[in-house]
């Protein structure tokens, strides 16, 4: 009996270990499973993220391509915003996007900018630095201390011993600003002003600006009254009022802009004049030199997107530097 009784509470002991093994390997299987879910669900992301950035990264190839080939059809696009395909070839024409809206989401694009349709943060007067709106005479004054090589402190601006005051501290730059994002570090600069103001401002080029691209707020920032600045953007987008359509009109060289201007606007003396000061001080260009490209690369597969952002010079030769590079 007693032996019976022995055999048996071991059988239950064995079916009670047996059990917990079962469900301990059960758990491992699980979480063995589970763990080849994420790696595989993880890899899949990746490559997904990687096909978005070899599409990104296509389309600023086409980009350059249109740059390098078509330098005119880049000029008349500059502002716009083309789609493109993977299947789009190398010197093929891309699609204008009349209507961004929320068509952007589904499809891959490019954008050209041309940072010289801008005004400069390196070479503006305080004049035209205070025609920005929401720059005051402070911000004014601190942006031309930031740049220039001297420690005179200007009226309202700043210098060192302003800076090395703040809880972070730092020394007044006393150098040309490397980009807009460095105006965040200005005395008088904030974070909503910025947003406001930092996509008609530029560090690239010397200061000219282009008449072909700049906008009728850089127009106004340069001295040209606002009725003025409005006629001049219209005469440039055509009779159809479109950007990037046949009837553009695109001023040719820098020294026939004057006579250009007065063969197509009615203008009044003071006009004249203002157009006249501009011309004779040498402040527009004609032709882009400097162009920031943005790429918008989207994946068939989770509809993952990538974005890569280049700025590039374009000399005389044709020849194609790259300034800037960033990918997100």
């Known amino acids: 009996m007693r032996t019976n009784r022995r055999n048996h509470h071991q059988k239950g002991a064995a079916h009670v270990v047996a059990l917990w093994m079962l469900v301990l390997l059960t758990v491992i299987v699980v979480g063995f499973a589970h763990s080849v879910s ?12 990687l096909d978005s950035r070899h599409v990104a990264g296509a389309g600023i190839d086409l980009a350059l391509g249109l740059i390098s080939t078509d330098f005119e059809y880049t000029v008349k696009h500059c502002g716009s915003i ?24 589904s499809l891959s694009w490019i954008s050209l900018m041309d940072e010289q349709g801008k005004l400069n943060l390196n070479t503006a007067s ?17 942006i031309i201390d930031w740049r ?9 601006g700043a210098e060192s011993r302003y800076y090395m005051n703040l809880a972070i501290p730092h020394e007044c730059k006393n150098l040309p600003f490397e980009s807009v994002e460095e105006l965040l570090l200005v005395k008088g600069a904030n974070p909503v002003l910025f947003d406001q103001i930092n996509e008609f401002l530029t560090v690239y ?13 850089v ?27 046949d009837d553009d009109f695109v001023f040719s060289e820098p020294d026939s802009i004057e006579v250009q201007i007065v063969r197509n606007i009615m203008l009044d003396a003071d ?32 509809s993952v997107r990538s974005r890569i952002t280049t700025v590039i010079e374009v000399t005389k030769s044709g020849r194609i530097h790259t300034l800037f590079w960033s990918e997100s």
Not at 229 to 244: I, P, Q, Y
């Open 126 to 142: 305080e004049a035209e630095l205070m025609r920005i709106p929401g720059v005051n005479n402070e911000l004014a004054a601190s």
């Open 205 to 217: 080029g010397g200061g000219l600006v282009n008449i072909n691209t700049c906008s009728q707020q």
């Open 82 to 105: 083309l789609a493109f395909s993977q299947n789009t070839q190398p010197g093929e024409r891309l699609r204008l996007i009349d209507s961004i809206g929320s068509q952007l989401d």
């Open 38 to 49: 994420n790696s595989l669900y993880f890899k899949r992301l990746l490559d997904t993220r």
């Open 148 to 156: 220039d090589a001297d420690n005179n402190m200007r009226t309202g």
């Open 271 to 302: 006009e004249k004049n203002q157009i006249r000061s501009l011309v004779v001080a040498d402040r527009f260009c004609t032709h882009p030199r400097f162009l920031r490209v943005k790429s918008s690369g989207l994946s068939e597969r989770l």
């Open 219 to 245: 127009l106004v920032v340069m001295g040209l009254a606002e009725d003025l600045a409005e006629r001049l953007v219209e005469l440039r987008l055509g009779l159809d009022g479109t950007l990037g359509t």
